[in-house]
Each structure stands twice: as C-alpha cells, then as structure tokens.
C-alpha cells in the first residue's frame, strides 16, 4: 500500500551527495532524489558542480531510464542504454538523443554541472564540454550490480556446503534490511543499499507539484546558516551575488524569499532582472542562471557557503505523464499504480517513493519544519484578528459617539433655524400656511392629551411598571438551579453526616449505660454502706 507521509511544499531538486531532504529541497540522500531512486551502482549527484559524475545517478529518474543506462541528476525519457544523458538533465549531456533533447519543451536543467551546452546565456558564459568517456561502461556496472546482488541473496558459492545456505539467509536478512555487504564468492562481494530491489524498508508519499516557470527566473541557494544570520546579512549577500555575477549594471540581483530549513541551512530564493539598453525588463531564465552559478561555485562556496544549487521550475504535461507511468526503481509496479490511487490530488501532487529510514527521517524533519512555520503564520494571523477585533470594538465605541453627537448637533440646528425663522417672519402677519401648520398642531396636542388616547395608555403603562417592580422588590421567595452532579455529591455527604451522627448516638448510649451499671454496683458494694 503507499503510505502519505505529507505534502512537500518545495519544488522537485536535484540529487546531491550530501544527506538532504527526499522531497525537493535541494539534495537527497544516497538512498533516494527528491522524486527518484539512485542506481544500484554507488551513490553519484546529480549535481556534480563542475565535475563530471564517473559513476550511475538517477536522482529523477522520469522516464524510462532503464537500470543499464547511464542518466544523471533529472533525467526524463527513455534514453538506450548507449546514450549518456537525457535531454531534461541536472548535470547531464545534452546531446540530443532522448526523447526530449534538443529544442523540447524540457530545457537542459545544470547543463555546466558536468556535462555539455551549447547555449550562452545573458551572464556570457556557454560553450560545450566533452561527454564522460566512463559513462558508457556504467551500463555493464548496473548489470552486474544486479547479478551479484541476486546471487549474493540466492546462491552464494564459498563453501560448498550448508553453510553457504546460511550466509544466503544472512545476505537476504541484509538486503531487506537495506544496509550491510554480502559476499557471493570468495573473490567478490557487494554493498546493499536501500535502493536495492529486496529492500523492504520502502513507502510512497506525495510531494506538491511545483507551480513555477522557467521564464520566473527562481533559483534557490542552499545556504549553510541560520535563517536569522542571513536575514541580518541579506544586503551582503546580494552585494556579493552582483560581483560574481560581473557587477553589471544592467543586471540585479532580486530576493524572492527566505526559508528556514532544517540540518540549520536557509534557502535563499533569487532572480536576475535584466534591464537593457532598449525595451523592457525580463527576467533571466532559472536555467541559464543555475548554469551560471554553478561556474562560480567554487566563490559561492567560499564566500556565502552555499551548498547546493537548485532552480525552481515546473514540468511539461509529457513528462509527469512519463513518470507516473514509469515505477520508480526499487519500488513495486503494484505499490506505485496503489500511490496514484490513493493520490489524494491528482492536479496539484505526485507520488515520491521513499527508500530507507534516511529518507523518512529527512522528510519527517521537513514536514516538522512546515509545520513550525504554519503555527508561526497561524499565530501571526490570530495576532492580527484580535487586532482588528480590538479595532472594530473601538470604531463601534466611535461610531455610536459620532451618532450622539450628530443627534446633538441635529436639534441645536434646528433650534437655530426656528430662531432664524421667527427673526425673519417678526413684523409680518401670519399666513395661511402658517394657520393651517397651528391648526394641525394643536389637533395633535389635543389627541396625546385625550385620556383614551396615547398619553392615557401611557400612564396605564406607567402605572403597570411602577407595580411589577413594588411587587419585584418585595417578592421573599427566591429559585435556586443546582447542577445535577452537585445534588448528588451534597447528597452523599449528607448521608455520611447522618451515618457518622448515628455511630455517635450509639457510643453515647453504650457509655450510658456503662455509667448506670458502675452506679449500680458502687451502690451495692460494702464500702459505699460504710
């Protein structure tokens, strides 16, 4: 079965040889990529900064790479096993080959991380580079991988004899565990690694699909320091990312966001705004910047520790088909066809199998880590509610002195009106109008005054009132509620009081009559007559 162990909010990374999250931060641990298993072979990057990898990688392995090919970091499609890379590769050749080589909708993500371009970017850096001669042997180095991991758990010749049984059980007990080295024959032996197939330590969860384009520019450095250290020195940072990238004037060096990380790294989002000479501003796009930056590793490093290099894209509807029609390696064709049952979301996540405890710890860490930062923005967001609670609680206080005082205001301008009124009609007779408006007014003073009208009603009202509240006040009985529970406790202490006055009575009474009887008998001894 998959088991959904959370949602990644990060974008798919590339793989790398140091232990980081499984699921898109960056890099990922021997044991699997973000959304890929390594090869079988040993464990290569996907970023290999600058170096070309000599061994297997299949950090993202989407497509059908099969276990004999040769793919490094993002490796999407159906390379044969004589190609070298694929066309969407994080450190790979792009040579043209693959299914989405050459002009595709898949650009060649790190393509100076190792392996060939063509392309110049706005920074003026490009040119191709040789392909790694040892790549072609790494197809043969897969499959004997295999062999001897399947003899190694299934027929082992050393000894000859039973015992070479027992040492078949111990490399079985070690394959499954994912951890160890089995030896086949007594010139040979192999590492098991979690990624291998008996490997039983293996989960699918679902990672967020990244939403971002390669024309947004966001690439992502992985910055190895604490979130508040880079936060306080994010002015230096840039300043130091515009010299390396030439302090150009035509080009900036923006800051999309911060993120905290665990393992105490900091991601450092950023894009390169170009503004030319003529025509309007773009930004420079995610690949070209990474390829970039990963030339310039070796300052990045030293001066703003930077670890990894990772830019934030998306996919083509292609190539997430390709994946998710493809079991990843080392998970079960069932196990994988289950996960895209049970995904929850199909539109915005994507299975990621998980292979070994590493694996699962680094994405736990991870998805404690969100989950800080969710309570954070939940407590922030219930900060600003009682804010602007308190501020509605003030503008309703305002709001209803506002309409006293505009009610004030109201018959004070009336009252000087009248005034107004009666200075300006003084001298002249009074008109028709005027007798008509006395005439009503006086027949609506007569009606208020009428005892069976509104003033007698009124002071039946009145009278009323005056009576409930004599009555109110003098009233002795008065209601109590009790809690049901709470009858129930005075009830059993009353009882225990009872219980407690009975025992007493009877003490009292045995002592009485221990009294009567010494009297009795004082009365009846000698020395009483004496």
């Not at 580079?129 to 790494?138: C, S, V």
């Not at 800080?372 to 609670?389: G, M, P, T, V």
């Not at 009503?440 to 039946?460: S, V, Y």
């Amino acid at each position: 079965m998959a088991f959904s162990l959370g949602v990644g909010t990060t974008p798919f990374g590339a793989t790398g040889t140091t232990s980081t999250p499984s699921f898109g931060f960056g890099t990922s641990t021997p044991s699997t990529g973000g959304f890929g298993t390594q090869a079988k072979t040993t464990a290569a990057t996907g970023f290999s900064f600058g170096a070309p990898a000599a061994t297997t990688a299949s950090g993202f392995s989407f497509g059908g790479a099969p276990a004999s090919s040769a793919s490094t970091g993002f490796s999407f499609g159906g390379a044969p096993a004589s190609t070298a890379t694929t066309g969407f590769s994080f450190g790979g050749a792009n040579t043209g080959t693959s299914a989405f080589a050459g002009g595709s909708a898949f650009p060649s993500f790190g393509t100076g991380l190792g392996g060939t371009s063509t392309s110049t970017s706005a920074f003026g850096f490009g040119g191709a580079q040789q392909t790694n001669p040892l790549q072609a042997q790494q197809p043969q180095q897969a499959t004997s991988n295999l062999e001897n991991i399947a003899s190694a758990v299934t027929l082992p010749q050393i000894y000859g004899d039973e015992r070479d049984a027992i040492i078949a059980k111990w490399n079985q007990l070690q394959a499954a565990w994912g951890t160890g080295k089995g030896i086949y024959n007594p010139r040979g032996s192999v590492e098991f690694t979690p990624d291998n197939p008996y490997c039983r330590f293996k989960a699918v969860g679902y990672n967020r699909l990244p939403k971002t384009k390669n024309e947004d520019g966001l690439v992502s450095l992985f910055i190895k320091k604490p979130e508040a250290e880079v936060r306080a020195n994010q002015q230096q940072i840039v300043d130091t990312l515009f010299v390396i990238f030439g302090s150009k004037p035509q080009l900036s060096v923006c800051v999309e966001g911060i993120k905290k990380l665990p393992d105490n790294l900091t991601e450092f989002v950023i894009y390169i705004l170009e503004r030319p000479a003529s025509g309007p501003a773009r930004r420079i796009p995610s690949n070209e910047t990474t390829n970039f930056l990963n030339g310039q590793l070796i300052q990045l490093k030293s001066k703003l520790v930077v670890e990894n290099i990772v830019p934030k894209m998306g996919f083509t509807e292609q190539a997430l088909k390709e994946y998710l029609d493809t079991p990843q390696e080392g998970i079960h064709p069932f196990l994988w066809e289950q996960a895209k049952l049970d995904n929850p979301d199909a539109d915005s996540l994507v299975p990621v199998p998980m292979i070994g405890f590493k694996a699962l710890h680094q994405r736990l860490k991870h998805q404690e880590q969100q989950t800080q930062a969710h309570q954070q923005r939940l407590d922030l967001i219930a900060e600003d509610l009682e804010s602007l609670q308190q501020k509605q609680v003030n503008m309703l206080a305002k709001l209803e002195e506002y309409k006293r005082k505009h009610i004030q205001l109201s018959h004070r301008l009336l009252q000087v009106v009248v005034k107004q009124e009666i200075s300006r009609k003084m001298g002249y007779s009074i008109q028709a109008e005027e007798e008509q408006l006395r005439v009503q007014l006086e027949k609506i003073q007569l009606e208020l005054n009428h005892p069976t009208q509104f003033k007698g009603r009124l002071n039946e009202l009145m009278s009323q009132i005056r009576m409930q509240n004599h009555l109110a006040g003098t009233r002795a009985d008065v209601s109590y509620q009790m809690d049901p529970s709470l009858q129930q406790e005075i009830k059993h202490l009353l009882k225990q009081q009872q219980e407690g006055l009975k025992h007493l009575v009877n003490i009292i009474k045995e002592d009485a009559q221990d009294i009567q009887l010494m009297e009795q008998n004082l009365e009846a001894s000698p020395f009483s007559q004496r």
